[in-house]
């Protein structure tokens, strides 16, 4: 996979009054390497959405933890809580708004350091809301309401948010999803003092409704033309008599999107996009349903490989729990591929792809939970080598438990500068809501379970009252 560019993509008042840290001697602005390097110094941050976590006494008002990165990685200590109560981020904290339930990042003001879009989606009574935190030289602070340009339109906007160059010109794009038809595209380069330059809508022919539209979006360049193109999941509904669950890959360009393919996948709930064979093209990952491969699959997820002309029609793998070197066994209700993210684990040039099952049932525990990495090659995604990790795992922090959902959410990314990604995992149910994040690193022979990194809400600055959800979602 190619090293993220300037963009990328597919969520308390700061808790008991703690305020953002200030970082020692960060480093002076350059052009930002890292698309979620908030404060400059050269290391990739973690994103963390609390969508249930109180704040002000207000329950699921949701909150955002930003862990920074480090030559050691992550620590729960080293971070800034986010919240619609913290100074300067428009918006008040509010019971249900859940904040933090969709996030993206980029350097959306061009000024070297990355900055953090978290969307609302049930802002005032589900209408959403989207703001844009701005990074800086001590990590994020301030920020900037994203106004809904159509609320009449649909509802929960913000539901879904992907970050890309989408017109080639250097500048950072958002794209912001919704339940509707809709979505819409604020144009880079932003300002603190005016927002984006210009916006305009995608009419996406999506179905729409309450659970319907931009299930979630995602960017990177599948034709290889340097201009990041669109994927958005949903359901497409072109006529009254097409109807297609799947994911919509939209080419970027000077002069707008143009609609490259519609895949099938028979699953709409995400895509991940990242370079798995090596090419130079980026490719989508995507995932589908149980049962829409075969009986009892118990989910699937299927790789599209880009090229010059786009992204393909017919899928490279198709691989489940039951595919050749993948370990356990598929069954109805595990969900496998229900959260994806793609990432180089071991530095060998290939994109591996973390997907979680978090309804896996372990033992006599019910919805513990699993994420298996299944490998890149030079023939794209591969069951071959692939490796499934829990909470019984040796080395991982935890027990499995019923209910954990161990895996809802996935990340992988470099956080601590060895040019491999590491693993988070999102536990959203742990201690019945309270949530929890697990991280373990890469290495040149994959995954180590060896200084393996686990934190609830307590210890990241997040009010544990009521069902918090740390892991909700990580930004991607």
Known sequence: MRTPKLVALTATVLAAGLTPLALPNPAAAAPARYADDFNGDGYRDLVTAAPGATVGGKARAGAVVVTYGSRSGIKASRRTVITQNSPAVPGTAEKDDSFGSALAFGD??????????????????EAGAVVIVWGGRNGLSGGRAVPDPAPSAHQRYGMSLAVGDFTGDHKADLAVGSTGKDVWIFKGGFTRAAGAASRSVLNADLYPGNVYGAQSLASGDVDG??????????????????????????????????????????????????????????????????GTVSANDGGSVRAYLGGASGVRATPQATINQNSPGVPDTAESSDWFGDSLSVGDVNGDGYADVAVGAPFEALGSAGQTGAVTLLRGSAAGLTGTGAKTYSQNTPGVPGGNEANDFFGNAVHLADLNGDRKADLTVGVRNENNGDGAVTSLRGSASGLTTTGAVSFGPAAAGVSASGYPQLGFAFGQ
Request: aromatic share 8%.
């Open 108 to 125: 959306l003001d061009n000024d070297g350091y990355a900055d953090l879009v978290v969307g609302a989606e049930k802002e005032d009574a």
């Open 225 to 290: 033309d340097g201009t990041d193109d669109l994927v958005v999941s949903g359901t497409y509904h072109p006529d009254d008599s097409t109807f297609v669950d799947g994911n919509l890959v939209y080419r970027g360009s000077r002069s707008g999107f143009t609609l490259q393919r519609v895949l099938n996948s028979g699953g709409w709930r995400t895509a991940v996009v990242g370079d798995l064979n090596r090419d130079g093209y980026d490719d989508v990952v995507t995932s589908a349903a149980p």
